[in-house]
Each structure stands twice: as structure tokens, then as C-alpha cells.
């Protein structure tokens, strides 16, 4: 299941196509066409700035030295990759949020959920799912973190490094 910002992308991508087909065939069949591609246009945009995204629960998993650096500044910093908590399955193990999240070894360990404004996210250079189809995005802006809210994934290896 996507976001309710894929959502409306993927709803509005055909439509936007629409809008341009009819701004190209507007000059061939007149400029009623012409009205109600800009009609259409002007509902799209209030469409987008109406609906209620405004912020948006994500989680970014680390290992434990990356935790305890961003438990010390506070913050967690801009670039950082997040996904949404509904990605990852409630008992999958570290070992398997790494391979889906495409993430290095023990980084899938510990987590943290924090809400952000989705002008705060950015579509990482590779695109907006990983290659198992896993939403991501990245922060634009570094955003303040509340310690109380760190977990730890389930089947993580023990203190001595066995699963």
C-alpha cells in the first residue's frame, strides 16, 4: 500500500498528460478546449494544496553507533534516508529490513519513528522505492528527535553477535 502522496501522484499523472494533450489539441480546436484544460489545471492545484499531507509518520533504522550519535546531537541529519513504518512487516528481523530497505549490516537494528513535514522529503537520486519496492525518501532539512521514541527490531543478534 502507498502513501496517500504516491497516491495522488499516480492519480494525477494521467490527468496532467490529459491537461497537456489538451493544451497541444486546444490550438487546433479552439479555445473552449483551451478554458477547460486551464479549469482542469487550476482544480489540480488546489487539489494538491487542500489536501491534508501535510506531515507524515517515518522511520529511519540505524546500527547502535548510529544511534548513539544521533541520540547525542538530538537531531537526525538532513540526507538521511527514512521510510514508512507501514513498509517493513511488525515481526520481521533485522537481517530482513537490511535486504529490503537495502541497507548495510546491523543498520536494520534500531529505530526511530518521527513525524515530518512531507516539504521535508526529497525522492533520493535512485528513485522513490527500492529495487524490492519499498517506499524512501530522504530529509532535505536536519529535524529534532525525541529519544523516548528509539526501538530496537525484532530477532536482532544479542550482545555477543548471535542471531
Known sequence: ????????????????????????????????????????????????????VENITVRH????????????????KANAYVTLPTEIPKKVGHLQIEDMLEILPSRGSNYIDIEVPMSNLRIPEKGPFTSGDKWQRQLIEPVTIDPSRWRRSPRRPSSGGQP
Do not use: C, H, W
Request: net charge neutral; no cysteine; hydrophobic share 45%.
Open 1 to 52: 500500500m502507498r502513501t496517500q502522496e504516491d497516491a495522488v501522484l499516480m492519480m494525477t499523472m494521467p490527468v496532467m498528460g490529459a491537461v497537456d494533450f489538451a493544451g497541444i489539441r486546444a490550438t487546433k480546436i479552439g479555445s473552449r478546449l483551451l478554458d477547460v484544460a486551464e479549469g482542469l489545471t487550476s482544480k489540480i492545484g488546489s487539489f494538491f494544496t487542500k489536501t491534508n
Open 61 to 76: 533504522y540505524t546500527d547502535a553507533i548510529g544511534k548513539t550519535q544521533i541520540f547525542e546531537s538530538g537531531f537526525l
